[in-house]
Nanobody, 113 residues
Framework: QLVESGGGFVQPGGSLRLSCHAS????????MNWIRQPPGKELEWVAGIGPNGRTWYISSVQGRFTISRDNAKNSLYLELDDLKVTDTARYYCALPGVGWPDRGQGTQVTVSS
């Protein structure tokens, strides 16, 4: 099970910190991901982190978003800084898989002035 939290409404340039608590699988051994779905668009991979902390980002968020994990707490995080209107989306944490079938319910991030 994956449960996200931390979304909200923020003005452009603002920040948010998303959290995801995982249970029911060996969290510490698995690559974890944040994905998002903007209004009316397809799911989009945003960032990933390996078991040892290596990270990857889509180019549009590189330098603005930071993914991290706490294996002792079975938790995944995404720090979102310098938010843009185009970052508005529902954000999900997800296990690897085609079409991202193993993901949580998501948390909404809305960026607007």
């Amino acid at each position: 099970q994956l449960v996200e939290s931390g979304g909200g409404f923020v003005q452009p340039g603002g920040s948010l910190r998303l959290s995801c608590h995982a249970s029911g699988f060996a969290f510490s051994a698995i690559n974890m991901n944040w994905i998002r779905q903007p209004p009316g668009k397809e799911l989009e991979w945003v960032a990933g982190i390996g078991p040892n902390g290596r990270t990857w980002y889509i180019s549009s968020v590189q330098g603005r978003f930071t993914i991290s994990r706490d294996n002792a707490k079975n938790s995944l995080y995404l720090e979102l800084d310098d938010l843009k209107v185009t970052d508005t989306a529902r954000y999900y944490c997800a296990l690897p898989g085609v079409g991202w079938p193993d993901r949580g319910q998501g948390t909404q991030v809305t960026v607007s002035s």
